[in-house]
């Protein structure tokens, strides 16, 4: 619930980045940059990599509520939702950058399909599902899911930036 405070924050600055495409016309690449990169480390594989690979995995193998199994799905479904969209903006930017101004209203509307989307998605989690959920779980079990937690968040810059530098060595045009 923490992380999702900081995704709220991060819609903020969507939804003024918004505003500001639609006085100006114009596309920030910077600021598309940032959010995209936000996006996939943060909210995508830090915060719905621990959604999906920690509680949504040890939630299913208690056997919940139909209500409950249901939600799971529909989060997943909503994660990969939210990927899409930013694959979407990712190539409309691109379309920008190589002069294409009509796409300017493409970025605008997968910006504002973002900041519609995580809003939504963040209070059904809140609200509906995690309080509900913790009670499948043991006191101890919570404290293990906790430290599970921790872990995949300690490995997980290490994990970003390897891959960084594998990409990197790939178009690496001075490599012997
Ligand atoms: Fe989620
Ligand atoms: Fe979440």
Redesign the pocket.
């Known amino acids: 619930m923490q992380e999702h405070r900081t995704i709220e924050r991060m819609i903020t600055l969507i939804n003024n980045e918004t505003a500001r495409i639609n006085e100006t016309r114009k596309v920030n690449p910077n600021f598309i940059d940032a959010t995209i990169d936000f996006i996939r480390t943060y909210a995508d594989r830090c915060h719905?990599g621990k959604?999906e690979g920690i509680l949504f995995r040890e939630l299913s193998k208690k056997q919940p509520s139909e209500e409950h199994a249901l939600m799971i799905k529909e989060?997943i479904t909503?994660?990969v939702y939210a990927r899409k969209t930013t694959r979407d903006l990712e190539n409309a930017t691109k379309s920008v950058i190589e002069g294409n101004s009509e796409a300017v209203k493409d970025v605008w509307k997968y910006l504002n399909d973002l900041a519609e989307f995580y809003p939504k998605?963040i209070e059904k989690?809140d609200k509906k599902f995690f309080m509900p959920s913790m009670e499948y779980f043991t006191p101890q079990e919570q404290e293990t899911m906790l430290q599970d937690f921790w872990n995949f968040d300690r490995k997980l810059i290490h994990q970003k930036y390897s891959k960084t530098i594998d990409e990197m060595e790939k178009t690496d045009l001075n490599k012997s």
Do not use: G, I, T, V
């Open positions: 719905h959604e989060l909503e994660h998605h989690e």
